[in-house]
């Protein structure tokens, strides 16, 4: 096993020239999810170049590739993942003039470490007992919600998260395990994490309706709807000390929309927000109170208030097992890196959909500057940002498929069996009204029985 380790680090290591150009060539290029075509065919012409034939489109421009060998579900299959999508910064140095799209969350790096990883594993498949399937995914990053919106009404998605898409569509229905890695950002020396913890969210889009009139002269004959808005984000910070400090609920509203004339009563305000908790039980606690408080805001000021809330991505619970065997190659294989346990991650991910489902990792790996979203984002070690998440991988995907798979069969023995209707089933209990609790349905009841009232006309 040591000799395969060697000789898969030494495949990566020989073809880096190619992998940095390839990393760079996507970092130039940003483009925003379920809109990444230039990059859907920049991998599939680099995983032809690796030998790699057996590959089908998945989730618009996502890619999902067997590398060549046995397919049998006798054997584990394990799937290495990169994202493809970059994140809205426009003030970032390489973003895009026209979409403002710039990869500075590090996908360009992850999608490297996957084609490396694949590069390597497909001159080491005779050695090991299994599949490997190497699957790029489109749009992570929750942005341009209107126009992933126009997606789920014309039928073209079911979900706005990437990972979500694809289970809905079965593309993870012959895959056991997964892994991928992520931009650790702002480490003054190389480090990589494990174990790290992500919440869940849930998106919200918030309409306040109320009733336009002359702002100087009849302001009185308005009802308004910013006021309502800034109402509810006041109940909002209201209900921040009724969250359990392990819960880690966060909550971060914008309005999206203000007005329409600024001597006009605001009658049609916009409001996003996500609401985020570490588990569950939280996220579902959370959510009803914020809906609760943006109702109450409304029926408050004579509004209205219309929310709809959309399937975010479910927290990250990662696999131990699997955790354990990718911390072991990173302290043999590159001992120069320090190595964290259980470091939360500082955002959401929808591979905490995917940990739902099957065992899967995360870990994080350093080898950037500034912080994640922001535009001093950039590389700033290549060794670490593309070649070291590809050699670990690939060891670890050897490691599980060495001697049988039992290393990968033990891991999936401990995991309990659900599936892609299990999964849309959570996400529609979650959003669904009828799971609000009869004191909400009262108040929903009132703030509309109000604004009827309060739009018939004063005698």
């Known amino acids: ?70 397919r049998s579900s006798l054997f584990p299959r394990i799937a290495i993942l990169g994202e493809m999508d970059a994140v809205v910064s426009p003030s970032h140095p390489q973003a895009d003039p026209l979409t403002g799209a710039a990869h500075a969350c590090g996908h360009h790096a992850g999608l490297t470490a996957m084609l490396g990883a694949g590069l390597a ?16 995914v489109p749009a992570e990053e929750y942005v341009e919600i209107d126009y992933r919106r126009s997606l789920l009404a014309s039928g073209q998605i079911r979900y706005l998260g990437g990972k979500q898409q694809l289970i809905s569509e079965g593309c993870f229905d012959d895959v056991d395990m997964a892994m991928m890695v992520h931009a650790l950002s702002d480490a003054p020396s190389p480090e990589i994490c494990v174990s790290s913890t992500a919440g869940g969210f849930i998106g919200k889009s918030v309409r306040f309706i109320g009733r336009e009139a002359h702002a100087g002269g009849a302001p009185h004959l308005g009802i308004n709807a910013l006021n309502a808005a800034m109402a509810a984000i006041m109940c ?78 479910l927290p990250l619970e990662e696999s131990e097992t699997l955790s ?42 350093s080898g950037f500057a500034g912080a994640l979203h922001s535009k001093e984002f950039r590389v700033t070690d290549p060794r670490m940002a593309y070649l070291a998440p590809a050699v670990l991988m690939a060891a670890t995907a050897a490691d599980l498929l060495t001697d ?33 609790p009869e004191e909400e349905k009262a108040l929903q009841d009132m703030s509309r029985a109000g604004q009827r009232t309060d739009n018939e006309p004063r005698k």
């Open 236 to 313: 909002i910070h209201a209900l921040r000390e009724t969250f359990r400090d392990e819960d880690h609920v966060r909550i971060h509203p914008i309005i999206t929309k203000g007005g329409d004339m600024v001597n006009t009563v605001p009658a049609d305000v916009r409001m996003e927000s996500y609401v985020r908790a570490a588990s569950l039980d939280a996220l579902a606690d959370a959510n009803a109170k914020v809906n609760r408080a943006i109702r109450g805001a409304a029926y408050a000021l004579g509004a209205a208030a219309e929310t709809e809330d959309l399937p975010g991505y």
């Open 121 to 136: 594993l497909s001159k080491a498949l005779p050695q090991l007992a299994g599949n490997i399937c190497l699957i790029a």
């Open 324 to 365: 354990r065997v990718f911390s072991d190659n990173a302290s043999l294989l590159f001992p120069e890196a320090s190595l964290h346990r259980n470091r939360p991650f500082c955002g959401s991910t929808d591979m905490g959909d995917l940990s739902y489902l099957m065992p899967v990792i995360q870990p994080t790996v």
């Open 404 to 436: 049988g798979g039992h290393a990968a069969a033990d891991i999936l023995k401990g995991f309990p069996p659900r599936t892609k209707e299990q999964h849309g089933f959570l996400w529609r209990s979650f959003l669904s009204p009828g799971s609000l």
């Open 1 to 70: 096993m040591n000799d395969l380790r060697h000789t898969l680090y030494e495949i990566i290591t020989r073809e880096k020239e190619y992998l940095y150009a390839f990393g760079e060539d996507i970092f130039l290029h940003p483009e925003l999810g379920y809109r990444e075509h230039r990059t859907h065919a920049k991998v599939q012409e680099a995983l032809l170049r690796i030998g790699v034939t057996d590959m089908a489109t998945w989730g618009l421009t996502g890619i999902k590739a067997w590398l060549p060998g046995c």
